[in-house]
């Protein structure tokens, strides 16, 4: 019974001292316009950051100006400029939306602010424990050196109408499309959602999940890939069009799920089918789910370049985006859609109640249905299955 | 004869085309093969090295891709050429060149990518005529799976092709009609005994084929080279050449530009060997045919095919309606699933959101369009008008480099030329972009202009010159007034074609300039056919506005001079 009371005791006098100095943050933080270089491609998410702009400026005076990118990449490349040219402070980028690749590569190269995760009050809210989603990106720890924002999981939607009972797992949804031949297909493997497909593939079908952590080398390529490729030698020729051609990307095949074509679709977003049959895009019977182990999901996160001019601001700005009123708007489906990151067990239940009473939708899956979040394996596994699967089916 | 009159005009006419036409495409093909060859700068790429070489040798598909650009553009040019030739025996004498150009006009009208995304939803297995047709003819409840869109065999691909080329080929076979006494020749023939169909390809068609020769290398050109209509229509696992290459520049991988830059040479390799292959058999038919023809034999057997060809053609465009039809229901519709032959809601939605995107990408369609077609306007007729004051019937050359920009594939050049625009910190404006718009604009119009130029009556001239007026009054008092119509429907031709480029926006405009067409080629491969249908029914709307202004603005302005006729067009 003694670590319980130790521990308590350490946070009632770390408190304080925390409070303190998040107060100086705050304080220094009025006035400041954060340039959030985010990827702009989608309007509901362009018109979120402005609503949080507009929600900041009234409680702490900070706004935010979104920088719209084509690719998250740009305002690396701009940082790693304002580095080799020696600016060191009064940088143009105050915060990036990053993930994966581009966080290792800033990381690697002491391009970021931190760790400053520890210092937001809202941290509290999340699941801080060693290998949880909310401190690993793409199996690379963060260290408190972004702070999540957003989430994004593997999920599949079907029509209730046609398919009563979908398959939960690779293995059945092998068997359902033998017995149902063309009304399968996944898009096309250059796609990055074709490709999450084939990844959530491996991990349910990988001797060893545990080995996808580490980079892919030639050897162990081949030994966890060996049992996916003879599934998918065998899932190739029941899907639609014989697995000759393949949708586009996670749109056409949503296109072709409301068109009947097929009776499946899929999407790194489990709001996604929501927010489709919101806008007319598919038959209010649609449902969507996780395979039954549990499905890839990763969180988007917000990082502060090593020399942003607004840190104190953008720090209140991430602060902002861990509040369970903020998390809660943003999983609403008529604004963003997205899921929370916080841990609903560390929630009160005043911020309970506000999850509770979000609009919901049928199409919405719930939590159960959704499952644990599998983590990302190494990117160049990513990598790998996509010119292997090249190589394989290219004709 | 020649003359020294208007010499300076001339040589500011041949200065802006070399400068403003012909350098960017040597431009571009340069620094496209620098690419090819490992020189790009902009990505680290300073030695020269045959590695991109090897590197598109060992892309997945390339030899595929080859074979299915060979099959779609021989394919479709051939096939739309026989029959159009078809349908021209068959209908030639029912109506006159002028109303053939008024039942064409609007499939010449219709930009490429609209017609495709209308086609694609129309023959889809879930499309239009699966849905008006199920179940109770069909007995489908869902859709079969069958490919007949984005089928491997590219047969899709070339059905859309064929609804574009074949009224393109039937103007200029009727326009070439019109050049030939046509009809004296027939009945000639007819009375030898020779049969309806046989007299066609035996008298006619050794006369009219060297007058269409450059449009079918046009055609075989752009047939072997188009990117718009093939990503909506064609094979995608792989795609055709034109399309893989695209999509290498496209990559977020830079290092595939130099690969991509090697494929784009091989694309002009290709048209090129597609036009020398063609040109051969050119030669091959033309011996053959003599000795055939002057066997003499009077069959009757070519008939049935006439008839056939007239036929198909009558379908060709019967799904080109449908196929804009259809778009236009989309735009208007809420939710239509299959097997509905018509939508089960309707909606205003799509069109009540200019906010959305649509509304600046008409904007600047609008603008690019009009500024290109200003431009190249301007240069034609001043290029027409030096060719007058000099006395000077133009030269072979100076005709190929009116088509030079028709027959080099926009692939091979235009990548390059971005590379050029951006050292001179020109990529992604729109200067650029309508520079590079105009590229294609300028021959057009100078193709569509020139005739009726000519036919312009010299005695009016003549008479305005013996009353006293000068080179500049006449061009403006008396040569721009009368040719009004035609100089209009020129402008109308140029302007569709402009509305109609897809690589010139996508490639030089930088991903910064969108138009209807970049816009509607994206949206085609998304999940909201409802918003695709309204850019494609705006980027098909335009063309039809400008066609439709070129015909009712000289009556307006000129309703108190009833007999101006611009000449005998």
Known sequence: MRLPVLAALAASFALPALADAWDDTVAAARGQTVYWNAWGGDERTNDFIAWASGELEAKYGVTISQVKLSDTAEAVTRVIAEKAAGQDEGGSVDMIWINGANFLSMKEQGLLHGPFLGNLPNAAYLDLSNGSAAVVDFTIPTEGYESPWRLAKFVLTHDSARVAEPPKSMTSLLEWSKANPGRFTHPSVSNFMGATFLKQALIELAPDAAILRDEATEETFYAATEPLWAWYDQLRPTLWRGGETFPENESVLQQMLNDGEVDFAMAFDPAAAAAAVERGLLPDTVRSYAPAGGSIGNISFVAIPFNASHKEGAMVVANFLLDPATQAKAQDITVLGSYSVLDPTKLDDTAKAAFAALPSSPALPSNEALGPTLNEPHPSWMTRITEEWAKRYTE | ?569
């Not at chain 2, 006159?96 to 219709?110: E, K, N, S």
């Not at chain 2, 431009?375 to 190929?400: I, T, Y």
């Open chain 2, 1 to 569: 004869m020649t003359s020294t009159e208007g010499r300076p005009l001339r040589l500011l006419v041949l200065v802006v085309v070399l400068a403003g036409l012909v350098l960017p495409i040597l431009a571009g093909l340069w620094e496209t093969a620098r690419a090819a060859f490992g020189i790009l700068p902009a990505i680290g790429a300073e030695t020269v090295s045959v590695v991109p070489w090897r590197q598109l040798l060992s892309q997945p598909g390339f030899g595929t891709s080859l074979m299915l650009t060979l099959w779609t553009g021989f394919a479709s040019t051939l096939l739309a050429l026989l029959l159009a030739a078809g349908f021209a025996a068959a209908m030639h004498e029912r109506f006159g060149p002028r109303d053939g150009a008024r039942i064409i006009a609007p499939f010449l009208a219709t930009p490429h990518a609209a017609l495709a995304i209308g086609l694609a939803f129309l023959i889809a297995p879930s499309g239009w005529i699966a849905r008006l047709l199920s179940p109770w003819a069909t007995g489908w409840d869902l859709p079969p799976d069958i490919a007949t869109v984005h089928d491997g065999m590219g047969l899709a691909l070339i059905l859309g092709l064929l609804v574009k080329e074949v009224p393109f080929f039937l103007l200029v076979i009727l326009a070439a009609l019109s050049q030939l006494p046509a009809r004296r020749h027939l009945r000639a023939a007819r009375a030898l005994g020779y049969g309806r169909g046989v007299a066609w390809i035996k008298v006619l068609g050794p006369q009219v084929y060297p007058l269409i020769r450059l449009p079918v290398y046009v055609v075989l050109s752009f047939a072997l080279s188009v990117v718009d209509m093939a990503i909506i229509l064609g094979p995608s696992n792989p795609p055709v050449l034109s399309v893989a290459v695209t999509r290498w520049f496209l990559a977020a991988d830079t290092t595939l530009i130099l690969p991509a830059s090697a494929a784009a040479l091989v694309q002009s390799g290709v048209v090129i060997l597609g036009i020398a292959l063609w040109w051969g058999a050119e030669r091959a038919i033309i011996g053959i045919g003599r000795v055939w023809i002057r066997r003499g034999g009077r069959g009757l057997s070519a008939e049935p095919g006439i008839m056939a060809a007239g036929g198909v053609t009558l379908l060709l465009m019967a799904l080109g309606a449908a196929a804009i039809v259809a778009l236009m229901l989309w735009s208007l519709a809420w939710r239509w699933s299959f097997p509905q032959p018509l939508p089960e809601s309707w909606s205003l939605g799509a069109w009540m959101r200019p906010g959305a995107g649509w509304g600046a990408a008409l904007g600047d369609t609008l603008a690019i369009g009009l500024a290109a077609t200003a431009l190249s306007l301007v240069l034609a007729v001043a290029w027409l008008e030096g060719e007058d004051r000099a006395h000077m019937p133009r030269a072979r050359w100076a005709e190929a480099m009116i088509y030079l920009p028709l027959l080099v594939p926009q692939i091979a050049f235009l990548y390059g030329l971005n590379v050029a625009f951006l050292r001179l910190g020109l990529s992604g404006n729109m200067g650029a972009v309508i520079w590079a718009h105009a590229l294609f604009v300028f021959p057009y119009v100078m193709i569509a202009l020139s005739d009726p130029w000519r036919a312009l009556d010299p005695k009016l001239l003549r008479a305005a010159a013996a009353l006293g007026a000068g080179p500049a009054r006449r061009l403006f008092a008396v040569k721009l007034p009368i040719l009004l119509r035609p100089i209009l429907t020129a402008a109308a031709i140029g302007f569709a074609v402009s509305v109609a480029q897809y690589l010139p926006t996508l490639f030089i405009g930088a991903g910064r300039v969108a138009t209807l067409t970049t816009e509607a080629v994206t949206l085609s491969s998304g999940s909201d056919r409802r918003v695709t249908g309204v850019y494609a029914v705006l980027q098909a709307a335009l063309p039809f506005a400008a066609y439709l202004a070129a015909l009712t603005l000289p009556t307006l302005l000129q309703r108190n001079r009833a007999g101006l006729s611009g000449g005998v067009a």
